[in-house]
T-cell receptor
Framework: GEKVEQHQSTLSVREGDSAVINCTYTDTASSYFPWYKQEAGKSLHFVIDIRSNVDRKQSQRLTVLLDKKAKRFSLHITATQPEDSAIYFCAASPNTGNYKYVFGAGTRLKVIA | GPKVLQIPSHQIIDMGQMVTLNCDPVSNHLYFYWYKQILGQQMEFLVNFYNGKVMEKSKLFKDQFSVERPDGSYFTLKIQPTALEDSAVYFC????????????FGSGTRLLVI
């Protein structure tokens, strides 16, 4: 089955710098890749997604890149702010029609003021 | 925005006892899910549920687990009997369908089996 690897367990950046979180997946049939943010004690909140028919999607300070050949996708956050500090989870949705997500282990992003 | 509520937020239970985790999904959502996250590990899919039936379950969804949503009330995960390895945070989620940003998670129920 699908496996999603999120290699950075923690990432620290200075406020105003960019942050990049990388994920890889194994199942070429996966076609949908959402990202979620989890702040301490709160639920996961959707931040951005990308479908396999495009290789780039931007929403304000967030950009997701998808490299289907390398089976890799990444979240880029520009002009980071302290409120961006959270755990970020990537996920892949295998194209089974059952809408389940396979998650990475999460990356704890710390934005240092 | 719309929320998925999970009750209780924490539960401590003796091994061998039954526990029911409750989830109040977003009101117009059609698909319901449970995920399990052991401390320090990945969140893993357990089961999804649509139109009154289990659609798919993972190998983590042991025979001791069951789900139901009687008459549109809470979507529940029941574990009977519980085992020590069931200790984890259980996240409920609901969605309208495939690949939509409305796929909404609850805050999780932290279950400790002692």
């Amino acid at each position: 089955g699908e496996k999603v690897e999120q290699h950075q367990s923690t990432l620290s950046v200075r406020e105003g710098d960019s942050a990049v979180i990388n994920c890889t997946y194994t199942d070429t049939a996966s076609s949908y890749f959402p990202w979620y943010k989890q702040e301490a004690g709160k639920s996961l909140h959707f931040v951005i997604d990308i479908r396999s028919n495009v290789d780039r999607k931007q929403s304000q300070r967030l950009t997701v890149l998808l490299d289907k050949k390398a089976k890799r996708f990444s979240l880029h956050i520009t002009a980071t702010q302290p409120e961006d500090s959270a755990i970020y989870f990537c996920a892949a949705s295998p194209n089974t029609g059952n809408y389940k997500y396979v998650f990475g282990a999460g990356t704890r992003l710390k934005v240092i003021a | 925005g719309p929320k998925v509520l999970q009750i209780p937020s924490h539960q401590i239970i003796d091994m061998g006892q039954m526990v029911t985790l409750n989830c109040d999904p977003v009101s117009n959502h059609l698909y319901f899910y449970w995920y399990k996250q052991i401390l320090g590990q990945q969140m893993e899919f357990l089961v999804n549920f649509y139109n009154g039936k289990v659609m798919e379950k993972s190998k983590l969804f042991k025979d001791q687990f069951s789900v139901e949503r009687p008459d549109g009330s809470y979507f529940t995960l029941k574990i009977q009997p519980t085992a020590l390895e069931d200790s984890a945070v259980y996240f409920c989620a609901s969605s309208l369908g495939q690949g939509e940003s409305d796929y909404t998670f609850g805050s999780g129920t932290r279950l400790l089996v002692i």
